[in-house]
């Protein structure tokens, strides 16, 4: 059974870190890009950092570069988000996506887990 599944999130205060975990289990971990996204309320979902699926690569959005830093653990079928600096932009559901190198292989998606940045 293929899963995906999101933990880590939790409320913290402005200036502070998370680290978002994905536990990936059912599928070949290491031919799969790792995609991180977000959604905040009303707004479209958008992609905010991603790796390789060697973890040879990876690529932020512009409002989380030097904040966020993505990574993977391919013997573990782990992939993570570090996020530090968090601000109260940055509250969304973050949401795992695993693409297969071969992209009409298709993609799997977690469920979501909260982060929200209050004082």
């Known amino acids: 059974q293929v899963q995906l599944v999101e933990s880590g999130g939790g409320l913290v205060q402005p200036g502070e870190s998370l680290r978002l975990s994905c536990a990936a289990s059912g599928f070949s971990f290491s031919m799969y890009t790792i995609r991180w996204y977000r959604q905040a309320p009303g707004k479209e979902r958008e992609l905010v950092a991603a790796?390789?699926?060697?973890?040879?690569?990876?690529n932020y959005a512009d409002s989380v570069k030097g904040r966020f830093t993505i990574s993977r653990d391919n013997a573990k079928n782990l992939g993570f988000l570090q996020m530090n600096s968090l601000k109260p932009e940055d509250t969304a559901v973050y949401y795992c996506?695993?693409?297969?190198?071969?992209?009409?292989?298709?993609?799997?998606w977690g469920q979501g887990t909260q982060v929200t940045v209050s004082s």
């Open positions: 790796i390789g699926n060697d973890g040879g690569s990876t």
């Open positions: 996506n695993a693409v297969h190198v071969i992209r009409q292989f298709g993609d799997h």
